[in-house]
């Protein structure tokens, strides 16, 4: 699909770029140990905990991707008032990130905690609040978009539906004449009409239009496309590898995972690696099979994880 000159060529280009997210922040908690023995009060293996590790998750984890690749990038979202919207602040600065986050103290930092042994996640907890913001709070998050706009190439809403993405902020971010780019939370479908281009799942291509599972994967995209009002679309499909669709036809680009370990934040790569790929000069094939060889990269990772550029041109053969 790429070749690796031309890939190279284009790659070279990510440090030149500039791109702001916008969405959902996460922190993501991880306390790693070891299991020998079942609990006496409950079937549930014990964990003693050897360490604890924090790494930018969720829109957060988009904006260190890109960081990673070597873009310039901006980071809009919200935080709580609390000790872990400090630490997660701290983590975006340190890997060259530039927050320009906004504060709410009635809202708590969303924590996601996973508790991981022998190589597996065993649970995941989940602190956070799921409430839209209140006008004022979007009101003071679109202005601070505003100071940076001319200085951006590429807009990214990475939205986990915890209530950053408002139809409000849409309008706005629509309006700056930069191309849009969505990873899709299905409830908000309606608010992405006439953006750039989306990125779904299998499972969020089709609840986004509430299409039965006997109808094609092909059909649903077409829904979309049509509903949205976009020319292209590209639907991630977990081992099948990812179908891009543009006006007169579908393209499937098979997938090049060796081993998946875990696919948490493959989605976040695919479009931090797409969208980067697409204002470097790409074609919607050549972004789109760059993507899908970081996913390949990212779900032999355990975790969160940011590849960089020279890992991204390493990994194409």
Sequence with gaps: ??????????????????VLVVGDLILDRYLWGEVERISPEAPVPVVEVKKETFNPGGASNV????SSLGAKTYMAGVIGTDQNGEILESLLIGKDIIPINIKDQKRPTTEKTRIIAVS??????????????????????????KSITDKIDAVIVSDYGKGVITPKLMEYLKSTGKPVFVDPKPSNFSLYTGITTMT?????????VKADKGISVEQVGRMIMEKLSIDTLLITLGSEGMALFNKNEVKKIPARARKVYDVTGAGDTVISVLTLAKISGASWEEAASLANYAAGYVVGEIGTAALDRETLLNIIP
């Excluded at 499972?203 to 986004?208: G, L, P």
């Design 200 to 208: 779904p799942n299998r499972k969020e291509a089709y609840e986004c």
């Design 1 to 18: 699909m790429i070749g690796k000159e031309r890939a190279k060529k284009i790659i070279k280009e990510f440090e030149d770029k500039a």
């Design 63 to 66: 904006a260190w991707n890109i």
């Design 120 to 145: 597996q996640q065993l649970l995941r907890i989940d602190r956070e609040s799921k409430e839209k913001l209140s006008e004022e709070t979007t009101d003071k998050l679109i202005n601070q978009i």
